[in-house]
């Protein structure tokens, strides 16, 4: 299994606002992992040299605040 480059453009910027464009790329990279690792955030903390991977979902969390991602399911349950 091939898993998608999972850089994303500004990931070490720690100043304080980040961009629309910046959420729009944590969605597509998060989607692209989803379908293919249990883990997606942690990849994404690895690939993207983040420290603490709660960063990751805080951005995943907000992605979903700005509409770029579905609401969150939960992974195995039906209805």
């Known amino acids: 299994m091939r898993i ?3 850089t994303i453009d500004g990931a070490n910027n720690h ?3 980040r961009s629309d464009d910046f959420f729009r790329e944590v ?3 998060y989607s692209e992992l989803f379908a293919r690792t249990t883990a997606p955030a942690k990849v994404i903390a690895e690939v993207n040299r983040v420290e603490k991977e709660t960063t990751v979902h805080y951005w995943i969390r907000e992605a979903r605040a700005r509409g770029f991602l579905p609401r969150q ?3 195995g349950k039906v209805g």
């Open 27 to 29: 969605a597509r990279v």
């Open 73 to 75: 399911g939960r992974r």
């Open 4 to 6: 998608p480059d999972a």
């Open 15 to 17: 100043r304080g606002h």
